[in-house]
């Protein structure tokens, strides 16, 4: 993993030494100022999709956050190529920009990473999803704040389980640690809008599902309502659509990916190489 932080001065690029126990993005996060983030992934070593809806959703959270910071996207955009060229031609990336609203506010922090995501297995099996009592204090801001709990729980995951869904206190479900979450229920692709952070590949997925002509409803689904989803899955910029065939010790539908989620997963990856440009 390479690093890198700025500070308002465009002339401040420099790596960031950091202890070598922080061998994550969440490690690392936890040990710089607080702030807000986002996080994408490249195409092709050096594209990206709807790279300006990541800087306005920075722009965004911290306004959520009560900071009054500011930044240059053009700015932004240098150092991201800046990054991208020290890596090899062939390797995709996962990017994280956090930008300071705690000890200097304005500052910003790059961090990058080859590209993980989950494998072939996961895609063509789907995984399996806990739940846990837990929504996010500021649901639309992408806070660094989020990230001790996160961590916490994901720390307490048994080998098989691949994420932890919030459930609110009706038993409403939200969203994932680090993705979001759609079911299929009654014919309708269900995925809440109101209390949850409003990722960028969610925004793809519900433009594909409409381009598809299925019927969307922007409710939660509750947990007892577990073993009447037909389909389910999370979504998330490394991740993309993934099938979901259980949650806690309830399976989805017959165990297995089902129709509608594998003809949502061709639809997305050709509008995503449609959509992908240059950063």
């Known amino acids: 993993m390479w690093q890198t932080k700025i500070g308002q001065d465009p002339q401040d690029l420099f790596e960031l030494d950091y202890p070598q126990n922080l061998n994550s993005f969440d490690a690392v996060m936890m040990a710089i100022p607080g702030g807000a983030y986002t996080t994408f992934r490249t195409y092709d070593h050096d594209k990206a999709i709807r790279f300006e809806e990541h800087l306005r959703r920075l722009e965004e959270s911290a306004r959520l956050a009560g900071a009054a910071v500011q930044f240059d996207p053009d700015l932004v ?47 063509r099996n789907g995984v399996k999803l806990i739940t846990c009592n837990m929504r996010r204090q500021n649901p639309k801001a992408k806070l660094t704040r989020s990230i001790p709990l996160r961590e916490e729980i994901r720390s307490g995951f048994a080998e098989d389980v691949h994420e932890a869904l919030m459930v609110d206190r009706e038993g409403k479900i939200l969203e994932g640690l680090t993705s979001n979450f759609f079911a299929l229920k009654g014919g309708e692709l269900w995925t ?5 952070l409003l990722g960028i590949t969610r925004s793809l997925v519900i433009d594909t599902v409409k381009d598809a002509g299925l019927k969307m409803n922007f409710e939660s689904v509750n947990t007892v309502e577990l073993p009447q989803i037909k389909e389910a899955f999370i979504t998330s910029a490394s991740r993309a659509i993934l099938p979901v065939v259980q949650i ?29 440009e240059p950063i």
Not at 77 to 104: A, F, K, T
Not at 192 to 196: K, L, P
Request: charged letters at 25%; glycine letters at 10%; aromatic letters at 8%.
């Open 77 to 123: 955009r240098g150092y991201v190529r800046q990054i991208i060229g020290q890596y090899p031609s062939n390797q995709e990336l996962r990017i994280l920009v956090v930008i300071d609203l705690n000890e200097n506010p304005g500052d910003i922090y790059y961090m990058s990473e080859y590209l993980n995501t989950p494998s072939k297995d996961a895609y």
């Open 192 to 196: 809440n809008a109101g209390s949850v």
């Open 248 to 276: 806690d010790n309830q399976r989805i539908g017959d165990g297995t990916p089902g129709v509608i989620t594998r003809r949502l997963m061709g639809a997305l990856e050709k509008r995503i190489q449609l959509e992908i």
